[in-house]
């Protein structure tokens, strides 16, 4: 199994450009997740998912957008992208009650110039 | 809310023990986790603890789980350099979504 799989693994964006980070997982989890990480900072949530068709804010949702596609995938979509939003980009997923925690993706290191 | 403290630095020679605790606030946690990341990679679940429990051991980690003063902590017997990576503390609620993590603790093994 792939477990949860990010694309692409690196990326440098101009300021004001536009993308979308992909994430999969294979393991049929319900919820679906995107953390940044930042030194000093630890991880971040951006956004969730906990089940196909909802999305909610986390703790630093301004200048994304989320899509949660299905089951499988959940993107995080970066319309203007700015300076601030260099950073490490990790996904995961879990099934909330289960004792395994989240199983995460290994990152997308973004640049934004 | 909830909240999630660790130490931020720790470092140790090869062979010795390490121990990295983490406290957390909310006493309605009912899992525990540790979690490793290695530079430039992911995070990895390295071992986890239910609410109900003081201890758990596998192999060179031992997690012990203080619910009354909510303090948690890894040792890492026979540490290796293969060991330094961060270590991040995280604990699930019952009803929640998410994980809340620590800002981890970077444990440096120097030979």
């Known amino acids: 199994n792939a477990g949860v799989t990010q694309t692409p693994k690196f990326q440098v964006l101009k300021t004001g450009q536009s993308m979308t980070l992909q994430c999969a997982q294979d393991m049929n989890h319900n919820s679906m997740y995107w953390y940044r990480q930042d030194p000093g900072m630890g991880l971040r949530l951006i956004y969730y998912?906990?089940?196909?068709?909802?999305?909610d804010k986390g703790e630093v949702p301004n200048g994304y957008n989320v899509s949660r596609l299905n089951k499988r995938e959940f993107s995080l979509r970066l319309e203007s992208a700015a300076p601030s939003q260099t950073s490490v980009y990790f996904c995961a997923s879990m099934t909330p009650g289960q004792n395994y925690g989240y199983t995460f993706g290994s990152g997308t290191r973004l640049t934004v110039v | 809310g909830e909240d999630v403290e660790q130490s931020l630095f720790l470092s140790v020679r090869e062979g010795d023990s390490s121990v990295i605790n983490c406290t957390y606030t909310?006493?309605?946690?009912?899992?525990l986790y540790w979690y490793k990341q290695e530079p430039g990679a992911g995070l990895q679940l390295l071992t986890y603890i239910f609410s109900n429990m003081d201890m758990k051991q596998d192999q060179r980690l031992t997690v012990l789980l203080n619910k009354k003063d909510k303090h948690l902590s890894l040792r890492i017997a026979d540490t290796q350099t293969g060991d330094s990576a961060i270590y991040f503390c995280a604990e699930s609620m019952e009803g929640y979504s998410t994980l809340t993590f620590g800002k981890g603790t970077m444990l440096l093994v120097s030979p």
């Open positions: 998912s906990a089940s196909e068709g909802t999305t």
């Open positions: 909310d006493s309605s946690s009912t899992y």
